[in-house]
């Protein structure tokens, strides 16, 4: 494989409304004079991705197995935490990203989102 050819992706599926605010809100900051005043809402955003990728990769694929009640909980209860944990975290690093950092962060969104 050459460094030019396109790498290979997994991407998940997500609700409609939450692509339809993805979609608004990058178009928002990316219009913005100052993106700066779109870091809670980006943050929250990728918080909100960050729990539907989680549930796309790996709570349905249990739902699908057919895993039972108790695991599916145990499941659920641990994706829970792992997002409590992790969502001040990444609105925090977020909260201090520069103009500059904001656009690329929408940018890679964006190629995510195909």
Same mark, same amino acid.
């Given at each position: 494989?050459?460094?030019?050819?396109p790498?290979?992706?997994?991407?998940?599926?997500?609700?409609?409304?939450?692509?339809?605010?993805?979609?608004r809100? !990058?178009e928002?900051l990316?219009?913005?004079?100052d993106?700066? @005043?779109?870091r809670?809402? !980006?943050?929250?955003l990728?918080?909100?991705?960050?729990?539907?990728?989680?549930?796309?990769?790996f709570?349905?694929?249990?739902?699908?197995? @057919?895993?039972g009640?108790?695991?599916?909980?145990?499941?659920?209860?641990?994706?829970?935490?792992?997002t409590r944990i992790?969502?001040?975290?990444?609105?925090? =690093? =977020?909260?201090?990203?520069?103009?500059?950092?904001l656009l690329? =962060?929408?940018?890679? =969104?964006?190629?995510?989102?195909?």
């Open positions: 494989m050459t460094s030019s050819a790498l290979p992706s997994l991407r998940f599926c997500y609700a409609e409304a939450l692509h339809v605010k993805t979609t809100l !990058l928002t990316e219009q913005a004079e993106p700066a @005043k779109h809670s809402a !980006l943050g929250d990728v918080v909100e991705l960050t729990s539907a990728g989680l549930d796309d990769y709570l349905k694929p249990l739902q699908l197995a @057919k895993v009640f108790v695991v599916q909980q145990t499941a659920n209860l641990g994706v829970a935490g792992a992790m969502a001040p975290m990444i609105r925090n =690093i =977020i909260g201090r990203l520069d103009k500059q950092q690329i =962060i929408s940018g890679y =969104i964006r190629q995510l989102m195909g």
